[in-house]
């Protein structure tokens, strides 16, 4: 039976989480891994309602290993 592979992330403004599903033809799925990471993306932001540069690298670092497991 084919298949294929989906990944789905959700960055929030705290976590970011990733989900990998094994889809196949007939619509069933199965999951085949998953992960997250607490990032504080939102941390520091102020009254200004600003990201800070800190946090945004965290999460740059965190999607760039959710892309070496997607790859893998």
Known sequence: MNSKKVAI???GSNSI??????????GSYKM????KEMVRLSENMGADRTLKSEPIQRTIH??????????S
């Open 32 to 35: 085949i891994d998953q992960g």
């Open 62 to 71: 965190t999607l760039n290993m959710f892309k070496s497991l997607i790859d």
């Open 17 to 26: 989480r990733i989900i990998i599903m094994k889809i196949y033809e007939n």
């Open 9 to 11: 992330i959700d960055v």
